[in-house]
């Protein structure tokens, strides 16, 4: 069968079991991509779920499923959005079916929340305009904090990456890894505990409120070294959308930018305070320096023009843009 037959009929054995209230209002289908719902990212849907209903008076409801519960993969999420097979996503591995997103995860180009805050507002406009040639509606965006460097191997400094099998979530962090001489795996949240269970990566890039809320008990290491922030989009379906009253259309709009909102600023709340948590535990942590991360910047500084090259004259314009607004 294929994946969408397959994700159909598991929708329909869940919608079986929905309350009849429920089925006598519009509902929707929400996928995430982490498999954990106490994280902080599974979190804000959860709230954006809950404002809805509240603001709709039941009229909007959603079935949450985390990832890995559906057959779809993380890098399927933008695919089913657009083929209405799910009407809302948290679409946090977009870089191969919206590319532009890949731009906020340059390893280095970032260095600060300052910087994000003017990189997120100038790439806006471009991601609403290619999510909605794929028939989708961008209502927000979030971010982790800086991933940084896990392992169950010693990882204490960017010599420590030669050799390594990390997991990284886009080719972006892939050529962070690469040009340290380490060996780069790029895959969706769900499979990660299992490769890492099995060795099949010896190590992941993600942040303490991010994954290493969900492997901290499998890895050993936590290098702090910022490679880059990691970007995810609230979307949902245009067709399903555009069928909602305009009053709906307002409420889900506005409560999209409130929550991705929520998620930047708790994960920021907790990123410290998990790290230290993890620390008193055992595990070994390690903070880089500032000449580390300007060896990370001067390295990788090629890439970035090289990679907006490679995507076409709007990426390199986009990026030339953020480049001037940051500085670097």
Request: proline letters at 4%; charged letters at 20%.
């Amino acid at each position: 069968m294929k994946w969408k037959q397959i994700a159909a009929a598991s929708l329909f054995a869940a919608s079986l079991v929905a309350s009849a209230a429920a089925q006598a209002a519009t509902t929707w289908e929400a996928y995430v991509y982490n498999p954990v719902a106490t994280l902080p990212s599974v979190k804000a849907v959860q709230r954006f779920i809950d404002e809805v209903k509240e603001k709709t008076h039941g009229e909007l409801l959603f079935n949450l499923h985390l990832g890995g519960s559906l057959p779809i993969k993380a890098d399927g999420i933008t695919a089913a959005v657009g083929d209405n097979v799910v009407q809302f996503g948290d679409d946090g591995f977009a870089t191969g079916t919206i590319p532009i997103t890949g731009m906020l995860r340059l390893p280095l180009l970032l260095q600060n929340y300052d910087d994000l805050a003017k990189a997120m507002e100038i790439i806006r406009p471009n991601l609403e305009a290619a999510y909605a040639k794929r028939g989708i509606v961008f209502l927000g965006q979030y971010t982790y904090p800086f991933q940084v460097v896990w392992g169950k191997k010693k990882i204490t400094s960017l010599a420590d990456i030669k050799g390594l099998k990390l997991r990284v979530t886009s080719v972006e962090q892939g050529e962070f890894i690469r040009r340290f001489g380490g060996v780069p795996l790029t895959m969706g949240s769900p499979d990660v505990a299992a490769a890492l269970d099995r060795g099949v990566v010896e190590g992941a890039l993600t942040a303490s409120s991010g994954g290493g809320l969900t492997w901290h008990d499998l890895l050993k290491y936590r290098y702090g070294f910022p490679t880059s922030y990691v970007n995810s989009s609230f979307v949902v379906n245009k067709e399903a959308f555009d069928a909602l009253p305009p009053a709906t259309q307002k409420i889900v709009r506005e409560a999209g930018a409130i929550q991705t909102n929520w998620a930047v600023g708790e994960m920021q709340r907790v990123e410290d305070e998990v790290t230290e948590q993890f620390r008193k535990e055992g595990m070994i942590t390690t903070a880089a320096t500032a000449e580390e991360i300007k060896e990370g910047t001067d390295k990788l500084r090629p890439y970035w023009d090289d990679w907006a090259k490679a995507k076409g004259p709007e990426a390199a314009a986009i990026l030339a843009k953020i480049r001037a607004a940051v500085g670097r």
